[in-house]
């Protein structure tokens, strides 16, 4: 259980500086300040909720999508990687268009994929100095 907390707490730091980076990833919600009373851990709650989901679809979708378009990331000597990554980010953008907290990733191209290149880097360093790898 203490492994899944810190999944989900890479996962945030992670969404955290891709948002920081890239303008085109917004990740807050003033539900979640007003709930809070205050911006810093409205904003820690946002990132560890968007974590969460982003967590979960890794673990429950992006099994499937990867043995699906196993043939093509074959083809692509692991590139189309990266593609699944950027919309596994798009399809968690999808899910929390439902809930309050607002998550969302303008272009697929460019954003997307920029974003799924730097979380995927940020969690591996994270990941390696925790001593949590994926």
């Given at each position: 259980m203490l492994r899944f907390i810190v999944r989900v707490g890479i996962n945030a730091v992670a969404l955290w500086?891709?948002?920081w980076l890239l303008p085109g990833i917004e990740i807050g919600s003033e539900a979640a300040v007003e709930a809070s009373g205050n911006d810093a851990v409205g904003n820690v709650l946002s990132y560890s909720f968007v974590g969460l989901i982003f967590?979960?679809?890794?673990?429950?979708?992006?099994?499937?999508?990867?043995?699906?378009?196993?043939?093509?990331?074959?083809?692509?000597?692991g590139l189309f990687t990266i593609i699944i990554n950027a919309a596994?980010?798009?399809?968690?953008?999808?899910?929390?268009?439902?809930?309050?907290?607002?998550?969302?990733?303008n272009d697929f191209f460019w954003t997307a994929i920029l974003g799924a290149i730097i979380i995927s880097l940020v969690s591996m360093v994270v990941g390696a100095v925790t001593g949590t790898k994926r």
């Open positions: 500086v891709a948002s967590g979960l679809v890794n673990a429950l979708v992006r099994p499937i999508v990867s043995l699906l378009s196993l043939p093509l990331t074959i083809l692509t000597l596994m980010l798009m399809l968690t953008s999808w899910l929390t268009s439902f809930t309050p907290i607002g998550f969302t990733v």
